[in-house]
């Protein structure tokens, strides 16, 4: 059954990483709903955060394969009830078809969204909150003419707790075990 | 002097040639060109130190590479200008990639300044490189050049060996750098040896101790991982049979009483059928390619499946593991052998090797005994094979290019020493063998070295003559040639009613060819010339093109059809 997950990468910060990633997807014809890489609380270990829909097995293959790639630190896939997360999306109106229209604002504190600027011909509404209320804002919007309109894609926390440098540690300890298993091409 | 080198001033390009010496490189196959020439100006001075072997195609390099790679320790090294000459090496990087080769490939590129404005012979290497590549990197500057090449030779050859790319651009080529080299051991986003969970190994030894008719599949991690002696120990102790995946071929000896056979597609019938009636499967380095698994939804269902691998992505992709045991094989072995009892269900596994070597006599009947001793008028590929495995005793390093010839190869050759099958197995790249054969025979130059090729992917590659005349490199080709693209041919004549679309060839006059490059040659028509001819051929000090013109329809059998079970395997 497809069902919506969040695969969280942490790697090195080097160029061209994010396509080594991405085309893992390609390639299985997995479509990436959306991303976002960010620095992590680790210094120069970067997370990238992708949303795909899709099998949990293919998705558990996915993620070993992005592991593999060797500048990729870990690699972990959560469904929804394991995360929380949060997008930021903004929609831009124009101000003829608000104006003086109260049910504009009521629906604006309704979705606890803000207005954040004001201009002769537009103002711009930015929320913040689960996909699902940022889509439904969007559908009580549509009548005032949204001329345009942006979403951040989903920045993830996961429940579980063990913190990533406690895995970073235990990886800078397993990346060591190589001397004494040299295999027929590692001798040299 | 070796120390003089170190903290002095050099160029880039100079500081790639220490740098591969100082990784152990004695070879390197290659093709020169504008983006990197500095490099090759460098190598002129270092020629006694690193030997460099010019291809005539920048494919044939690659291929030479991973035939260099196979045969012996040392992995193999290529250097190719950028554009045309970098993109010339994908289809080799691709095969190193899926067939775990471990290459290291250097290209030149235009000067960084120019990246990305489309100026002469540029290319995005990193990025068409970059799905078939372990690991890739740009270089532009002299100073990086030495670490990279560090890098790239331990990421190529450790846990599950691969093709690596070192792009460098011509700036970083001529730019100057005080030389350094630390050998790279480890990165710490990188764990190439995973440390063996013990109670996977226990709960493997359970499983196994408790089989009636357990089952080894010997695949290319064991030779990778030099576990030869490992797991001739551990089937003797637990009185297994053995079968081999086609790049597992050479790691546990044909002549060994628990050896059964070869796996797959074109595998042997007792090997096949029984993996659907095994009880305990043991899958050792190995991958449960497509063409050993035929229909995986009916594999070896019955069975609980152990799957020793090094590269935890294989565990589970295609086959579900009961035990899954991530490692390295020789460590996993090691561990494992002394957990199992020797003894254990001892009339059962007898009992089982009975049924291996009852399903033998069958395609003796069926198919070995008429494919070897034939009554046609015309030569078979199968005898040819067969008296090329007598005369040479099973030692010889068998190189073969894809088709119908490298199937009838690697079922009639029979494997006595180690290390000694060359094919391009996961990719199946027609045009391997030649530049391969050129490669294994420079790595190994002890060795008798025979191609054995087919006359469509002879002449893909066929221009790698040239290289063998040049540094008279004594590769045995033996071309069986029956004017087809025979392995196409043979699945229109099974699946598309005998319409032989393009698959007829009209071919030249191979021997004259092998001639005009100084190579000696024959070609027979009749079986009574066989004998001697072979003879002649594994005798010549020199290069030796054999052509054997054999019949032209014949069929390679057993076949497990694709999209079949194992268990249907066609004997005729």
């Given amino acids: ?188 | 002097m070796k120390h003089d080198k170190y903290n002095k001033e050099v160029t880039g390009a100079e500081a790639l040639i220490l740098a591969l010496i100082d990784c152990g490189a004695h070879d390197v196959f290659g093709y020169p060109g504008g983006a990197i020439m500095p490099i090759y100006d460098a190598l002129y001075g270092y020629s006694d130190q690193l030997k460099h072997y010019l291809v005539r195609h920048e494919q044939g390099a690659i291929h030479a590479a991973q035939g260099y790679s196979r045969v012996s320790e040392r992995p193999g090294v290529v250097f190719a200008t950028s554009g045309p000459g970098a993109t010339n090496l994908i289809t080799g990087i691709a095969d190193a990639q899926i067939d775990s080769n471990p290459i290291i490939c250097i290209t030149g590129q235009v000067a960084s300044h120019l990246l990305g404005t489309d100026s002469f012979q540029e290319t995005d290497v990193i990025g068409i490189s970059m799905p078939v590549t372990k690991w890739n990197i740009q270089v532009t500057t002299a100073d990086e050049i030495a670490p990279a090449i560090a890098k790239a030779f331990f990421i190529a050859t450790s846990g599950r060996p691969g093709p690596v790319l070192v792009d460098i651009t011509k700036d970083a080529q001529f730019g100057k750098t005080i030389y350094k080299f630390e050998k790279c051991t480890s990165i710490r986003s990188y764990v190439p040896y995973p440390e063996i969970d013990k109670k996977s190994i226990e709960a493997a030894a359970e499983l196994i101790n408790g089989a009636k008719r357990p089952y080894i599949l010997c695949g290319h991690g064991v030779l990778l991982a030099e576990a030869q002696k490992q797991i001739i120990e551990f089937a003797e102790k637990g009185n297994i049979p053995v079968a081999s995946t086609l790049l597992g071929l050479s790691a546990f000896p044909a002549q060994h009483p628990l050896y059964v056979g070869f796996l797959g597609m074109h595998g042997n019938y007792g090997p096949n059928i029984l993996t659907n009636e095994c009880d305990v499967l043991i899958a050792i380095g190995m991958r449960f390619d497509d063409r050993v698994t035929g229909k995986v939804e009916t594999y070896a269902k019955q069975a609980k499946v152990v799957h020793i691998e090094i590269d935890r992505a294989e565990i589970n992709k295609i086959i579900h593991a009961d035990v899954p045991v991530l490692g390295d094989a020789k460590e996993a072995l090691s561990l494992l052998t002394p957990l199992i009892k020797s003894g254990a269900n001892e009339k059962e596994r007898k009992a089982w090797l009975k049924r291996f070597e009852d399903c033998h006599q069958v395609e003796l009947e069926k198919v070995i005994n008429k494919a070897v001793n034939p009554t046609s008028p015309s030569v078979k590929m199968s005898e040819v094979i067969d008296k090329l495995h007598k005369l040479s005793e099973g030692k010889a390093v068998i190189v073969t290019d894809v088709g119908q010839h490298q199937m009838i190869a690697t079922r009639y050759y029979h494997f006595y020493d180690t290390n000694n099958n060359v094919t391009s197995g996961g990719l199946g790249t027609m045009g391997f063998g030649l530049p391969a054969a050129i490669g294994a025979k420079v790595s190994r130059p002890d060795k008798q070295v025979v191609l054995v090729v087919g006359d469509g992917g002879y002449q893909m590659t066929m221009q790698e003559l040239g290289t063998i005349m040049d540094y008279g490199i004594a590769v045995k080709i033996l071309m069986l040639n029956n004017n087809y693209l025979g392995m196409v041919r043979q699945w229109q004549q099974l699946f598309f009613e005998k319409r032989y679309s393009f698959t007829e060839l009209k071919n030249p006059d191979f021997v004259a060819i092998a001639k005009a490059y100084g190579i000696k040659g024959q070609k027979v028509t009749e079986r009574k010339d066989l004998n001697s001819a072979l003879k002649e051929m594994l005798d010549s000090k020199d290069a030796y093109f054999l052509e054997v013109v054999v019949e032209t329809e014949e069929n390679v059998f057993p076949m497990v059809p694709t999209g079949a079970s194992v268990s249907e395997i066609i004997l005729e």
Avoid: C, W
């Fill in chain 1, 1 to 188: 059954m497809k069902q919506t997950y969040t695969i969280s990468v942490f790697s090195e910060d080097i160029v061209g990483l994010l396509n080594r990633v991405t085309i893992i997807f390609t390639r299985r014809h997995i479509n990436i709903e959306n991303i976002i890489t960010s620095e992590t609380e680790v210094k120069g270990i970067y997370r990238y955060t992708i949303v795909v829909t899709a099998e949990k097995d293919r998705v558990e293959k996915v993620v070993k394969l992005i592991e593999k790639q060797v500048e990729v630190m870990k690699a972990f896939y959560h469904s929804d009830d394991e995360i929380i997360s949060r997008e930021i999306a903004l929609y831009k109106i124009s101000s003829e078809a608000i104006n003086q229209n109260e049910e504009f604002q009521k629906i604006i504190n309704a979705y606890n969204a803000k207005i954040i600027s004001i201009s002769y011909d537009y103002v711009v509404v930015e929320k913040s909150g689960s996909e699902d209320k940022i889509k439904r804002l969007f559908n009580d919007l549509e009548k005032f003419d949204i001329l345009e309109f942006s979403r951040s894609g989903r920045v993830v926390v996961t429940k579980p707790m063990r913190t990533l440098s406690s895995y970073l540690k235990e990886l800078e300890q397993n990346s060591k075990i190589t001397t004494k298993k040299n295999n027929k091409h590692g001798k040299n």
